[in-house]
């Protein structure tokens, strides 16, 4: 895999983060105990195990809920933001581990594609919501659908 290959997985897993908090570490802690990457003998190796893939599935389908809640703070507001950085951080580093770069290149990547994720996806499902005069469902459950089809993509690349 070429290195330029490589940085573009690990911004596109930040930005899968930045789509939806918890659907990037639950893709990759799947894919690290399916072993579709191979994170073992590095200190994320414990994202392959069976209490990572439940923590995260768990936090990915409560987020998909509690997403479709008017109570819910908007992705930009500074914890949401920060939440998002940090799955960022954790799975740009396992993706770029996988992708042979060094742990700070991957977690740097994916904290850069988290932040434009978490602007992009927030311009992008106002801007659709206002300019097709829709309920918010009907643009939040396919950036659903989006962030785990590009979270499974990114992982099916290796």
């Known amino acids: 895999m070429s290195s330029a290959f490589g940085l573009l997985l690990t ?22 105990h399916l072993g579709w990457i191979n ?18 599935t ?14 819910t703070p908007a992705r930009t507001v500074p914890i949401q933001l920060g939440a998002r950085t940090v799955m960022g951080l954790l799975t740009g580093a396992c993706v770029g581990i996988a992708a042979n770069m060094p742990l700070w290149l ?4 994916g904290a850069v594609g988290a932040i434009a994720g978490t602007f992009g996806g927030y311009h992008a499902r106002v801007g659709l919501v206002r300019g ?5 469902i009907v643009v939040a459950i396919p950036e659903d659908v989006l962030a785990v089809g590009l979270g499974l993509l990114i992982v099916s690349h290796f």
């Not at 911004?11 to 690290?32: H, K, N, Q, S, Y």
């Open 106 to 109: 991957g977690a740097v990547m």
């Open 11 to 32: 911004f596109g897993i930040g930005f899968v983060a930045g789509l939806r908090t918890m659907t990037a570490p639950a893709v990759v802690a799947w894919a690290a």
């Open 58 to 71: 768990l936090g990915a389908l409560a987020e998909f809920v509690t997403d479709q809640l008017p109570t």
């Open 39 to 56: 994170l073992s003998g590095t200190p994320l190796s414990f994202m392959g195990s069976v209490w990572a893939v439940g923590l995260f």
């Open 132 to 136: 097709l005069q829709v309920k918010d």
